[in-house]
């Protein structure tokens, strides 16, 4: 292969992946030319098949993709550099460190307990050099997954309790739940009633703050859920909100943008949206289910991530509900933990 093909290539790629990770780690890009400076052709062909291919395609999020390689790594023995830049970069993918450690625990089923011994000392050290605990606070899931158990309890037996009255959207008879990490501490449960007669399906978001529930926030559809026999998937639902999320970067607010989004009323919705778009900042999106997806705008202040929870038909959003951080949701416990 000449220099050129090489270049219109890998090449390419390589710059994709190069900045697809400097935006996960800061200091990314020199991270890369370090782990690499022996072999700047081993870093076009790695960097570019990873980062520049794998996580740019769509069936899988960043998150689960790094979930995917950290399960690898761990099972094939690798205990060095691979196994600390997959760490770090799965923490800023929002995986939560319990559930890093999780993914551990889990390969020791498949690949034998000495290689996921040895895999430990790595992850503590990432751990240590975030000011990570070791072992973790439980993850977001573990504790609302508990939660949702010790409220479901107390009703059952007829006893009162202030903090199950965040839940009562879950807890209604026949309803079935769903639970979402979507950051180190925030969750999102996904509610739907037992048939499509009793309407369309609602949310909880929940910030999660040392193994408690700390803060919760309905997010409620504006219309029943619409009976499809498409054979809609998780993805496409994903896809969906995606696209939706492009146009609207592109349009904004100008004469197009109703057009484009589908009316004046999801206009109005996409306003939350418009500050973290417009500064750069790329959400992660999540499929949720067949007619649900959600992203998550990382945001470094103290509010934490604003998350769009979108409600889809076919390859369309035809409802939208963001939770910006200047949020005052009811919740059980305090809210300025």
């Keep these: 292969m000449g220099s050129a093909e090489h270049e219109d290539g890998f090449g390419g790629l390589y710059a994709r992946g190069r900045e697809t990770f400097a935006e ?10 370090s782990i690499f400076a022996l072999s700047p052709d081993l870093a076009r062909l790695a960097v570019g098949t990873v980062y520049g291919h794998l996580h740019h395609r769509r069936a899988l999020d960043t998150r689960a993709r790094e979930v995917a390689a950290l399960a690898a790594i761990v099972s094939s023995g690798m205990c060095g550099t691979p196994l600390a830049v997959h760490t770090r970069s799965a923490l800023a993918a929002g995986v939560a460190p319990a559930e890093i450690v999780e993914v551990v625990l889990e390969c020791a089923a498949f690949a034998g307990f000495p290689r996921v011994v040895s895999a430990l000392p790595m992850v503590e050290k990432v751990f240590a050099a975030a000011d990570i605990a070791s072992p973790p606070q439980p993850s977001p899931r573990e504790v609302v997954l508990d939660a949702l158990d010790t409220a479901r309890r107390r009703a059952a037996a007829g006893e009162n309790d202030p903090e199950d009255e965040a839940f009562a959207t879950a807890l209604r008879p026949g309803t079935g739940t769903a639970v979402y990490t979507l950051a180190p501490d925030r969750a999102l449960v996904l509610c739907t009633p037992a048939g499509p007669a009793e309407g369309g399906c609602d949310a909880l978001y929940i910030r999660v703050v040392d193994g408690r529930v700390a803060e919760t926030t309905v997010l409620m559809e504006s219309a029943p859920a ?7 998937t998780v993805g496409t639902a994903r896809h969906a909100l995606v696209a939706f999320l492009r146009d609207l970067d592109a349009v904004r607010l100008g004469p197009a943008a109703e057009f484009v989004l589908g009316g004046p009323e999801l206009l109005d919705d996409t306003t939350p949206l418009l500050g973290p778009l417009e500064s750069g900042v790329r959400p992660r999106v999540y499929g949720l289910g067949e007619e649900c997806a959600a992203a998550v705008f990382e945001d470094p202040g103290p509010a934490g991530p604003l998350v769009a929870l979108a409600f889809c038909e076919g390859d369309r959003v035809r409802g ?8 005052t949701g009811p919740g059980p416990g305090p809210h300025d933990c």
């Design 24 to 33: 996960l780690l800061p200091g990314g890009g020199e991270r890369l030319d």
């Design 226 to 232: 619409a009976v499809t026999t498409s054979g809609d």
């Design 320 to 327: 939208l509900r963001v939770v910006a951080g200047d949020r």
